[in-house]
């Protein structure tokens, strides 16, 4: 697999999350984005790109500017992940609960 | 429906939090996992059953359970050592999966009495890396998906899961 398209990859890092966060309430040119890190600027057109390629990013072209905006159907995808391994730890407890009751009765 | 476990692992972060309340009392919970009889029960599932095939239950004592399908095939195997095994109150092990693509892993498990019928257990597992636990974190999702798949095809037997 092509690293720079796993969505897991890309947001192990601090700064792309930090772009994360400044696009998740508006708009924002590249330059725009820039001007809150420290870093320079080839580095944080290389973390729009990778956001881009696995689709935490969209972006708009208004005249002769690109705006990017948080992609919110991507971001579920990513705070959902989570979910089938508690999913799956639930039912062994639920399990494990039943189990257990039917251990406590039958003793 | 809420599901009644919490699954607490932060972002770029070697180790993660489960936890669960039973209703059970904290002797009951333990021995579940205490019992190797009873650990096969809620560790079989519709896919597989579970086997212990070592259980030293002291300090230094070691561990190892798989799971084979129908057919005999082993679809997860894991193994560890455990360094404290004290009833009704903490059991602390290394965790290991047999085909050891995930490394090892170190497991402390709290038993807390809530009442005399209820009982919470804490896991805390401490990965090597933080990319380490993602992949842990990600294979129950990468097999739903793979499940959905196979199911259309209806092959569910020879799946890996966990």
Redesign the interface.
Known sequence: MDLRRDV?QA??D?TR?AILVLVASQAMTAGAIAANFETARPTVSKHLQILSECELLKHEQKGREIYYQLNPKKMKEIAD?????????????????????K??TGK | ME?????H?E??KNELT?T?E???PVE??F??HAEPE?FE???S?EYGTTKVLKFEAKKHGGWQFHTVDAEGNVLFGANGTFHDFVPNSKITRTFETDDSAYSVQLEFMEFESLSDDKSK?TIHSIFRS??LR?EL?????A??LSMAHDRLQEIVGKLRK?
């Open positions: 897991f947001i192990a601090p999350r992940f989570i979910e089938p391994f508690r999913k799956m730890w639930d039912d062994r407890f639920n399990k494990l609960e039943a189990v257990m009751k251990y406590k | 599901l009644k476990t919490k699954v692992a972002d770029g489960i669960r039973f209703d059970l009951l919970l021995t579940a009873l029960q809620w560790m599932h257990l933080a990319e993602d974190l990600k294979l129950p999702f097999f739903g966990t």
